[in-house]
């Protein structure tokens, strides 16, 4: 299967899930506990960012690296996922 197969493959699998228990469930079998933490982690932080918290509050709330908040404000600038999401789940009030 090629890479771009493998991800839209990835993406219908993550798509097809119904509640956050099988989002869970998914979650613990593709990574491991650290790799989800790590997920978690970065999603915290882009919250924080898009709310309007400065890299030192980020830093003094979540305890990341200055090189962490960094990539993430990148994405959350550059790239759409973040945002995306963020913007989803607040209009969901899945996220407040």
Known sequence: MEA??????????????ETEEDCNLLLE??????EIEDMAHRFEIAYLLSQGK???????L????SATISRVNRCLKHGKGYRNSIEKMKKD???E
């Open 29 to 34: 079998d593709l990574c491991t506990i650290k």
């Open 4 to 17: 771009n197969t493998k991800r839209k493959v990835l993406a219908q699998a993550i798509l097809a899930l």
């Open 93 to 95: 009030h899945t996220l």
């Open 62 to 65: 979540t305890g990341a690296s």
């Open 54 to 60: 400065t890299f030192i509050d980020v830093e003094k």
